[in-house]
T-cell receptor, first 109, second 113 residues
Framework: TQLLEQSPQFLSIQEGENLTVYCNSS?????LQWYRQEPGEGPVLLVT?????EVKKLKRLTFQFGDARKDSSLHITAAQPGDTGLYLC?????????FGTGTSLTVIP | ETGVTQTPRHLVMGMTNKKSLKCEQH?????MYWYKQSAKKPLELMFV???????ENNSVPSRFSPECPNSSHLFLHLHTLQPEDSALYLC????????????FGSGTRLTVV
C-alpha cells in the first residue's frame, strides 16, 4: 500500500485568504491527481499532473508536482466559500490510484 | 442521464439483512470500481472491474459480493454486515488503461444497525 499523507488535516480560513495544502509520500508516482469532495457527494477530479516539477493552474487554484514525483501541493488564492470541501490527492502507481488522507477546508464568509 | 449514478443514496440495514447497491455509468468507460470511505481514513479500494472482469479484490470480506453484468453496471451485494461496515460506498469509473481521472458517483451512505 502506498501511503499519501496530507496536511493540514483541517483548515478553517476567512474568505479572501490564501492557503496551501500538501500531499507527501515516500513513494514515486507516475501521476498525481487532486479531487474535491463536497458533503454528500463523491469526489470530483480537479487536475492531473504527470511530470516532475509540473505546475498547472485552474483559475485561483495552482497545483504543483514535486520534482521527484513523490509530493504535490495545492495553493488557493483569495479563497471563497465555494472552495469549502474535502481535498484529496491520489497517486498513480501501476493500475491503481492511492488516495491520501484528505484536507478538510472551510472558508468562512 | 450522464455521469455515474448510484442508488440508493441512503440505506439502513440490520446485520441479518441482504441488500444490494447499484451503480450505473453513462460515460462509455471500461473500468469500474467500488471504494469505501470511512471517517478519518483514506478512501479504500475494494474491487476493480475491467471489461466486466474482476481484476482486483483488495482483501475484502466475503460478506461483500460484487457483480458486473456489463461495462455500464456494477452491483455490490451485502449480507450479514457488521456495524463497522457503516460507511459511504462510492462507485467510480474510468477509461483504462490510460487511466485519466476517476468519475465518482454520489455514493451510498450505509448504516448497519
Amino acid at each position: 500500500t502506498q501511503l499519501l499523507e496530507q496536511s493540514p488535516q483541517f483548515l478553517s480560513i476567512q474568505e479572501g485568504e490564501n492557503l496551501t495544502v500538501y500531499c507527501n509520500s515516500s513513494s514515486v508516482f507516475s501521476s498525481l491527481q487532486w479531487y474535491r469532495q463536497e458533503p454528500g457527494e463523491g469526489p470530483v477530479l480537479l487536475v492531473t499532473v504527470v511530470t516532475g516539477g509540473e505546475v498547472k493552474k485552474l483559475k485561483r487554484l495552482t497545483f504543483q508536482f514535486g520534482d521527484a514525483r513523490k509530493d504535490s501541493s495545492l495553493h488557493i488564492t483569495a479563497a471563497q466559500p465555494g472552495d469549502t470541501g474535502l481535498y484529496l490527492c491520489a497517486g498513480g502507481a501501476g493500475n491503481q490510484f492511492y488516495f491520501g488522507t484528505g484536507t478538510s477546508l472551510t472558508v468562512i464568509p | 442521464e450522464t455521469g455515474v449514478t448510484q442508488t440508493p443514496r441512503h440505506l439502513v440495514m440490520g446485520m441479518t439483512n441482504k441488500k444490494s447497491l447499484k451503480c450505473e455509468q453513462h460515460l462509455g468507460h471500461n473500468a469500474m470500481y467500488w471504494y469505501k470511505q470511512s471517517a478519518k481514513k483514506p478512501l479504500e479500494l475494494m474491487f476493480v472491474y475491467n471489461f466486466k472482469e474482476q481484476t482486483e479484490n483488495n482483501s475484502v470480506p466475503s460478506r461483500f459480493s460484487p457483480e458486473c453484468p456489463n461495462s455500464s453496471h456494477l452491483f455490490l451485494h451485502l449480507h450479514t454486515l457488521q456495524p463497522e461496515d457503516s460507511a459511504l460506498y462510492l462507485c467510480a469509473s474510468s477509461q483504462a488503461p490510460e487511466g485519466g481521472g476517476y468519475t465518482f458517483g454520489s455514493g451510498t451512505r450505509l448504516t448497519v444497525v
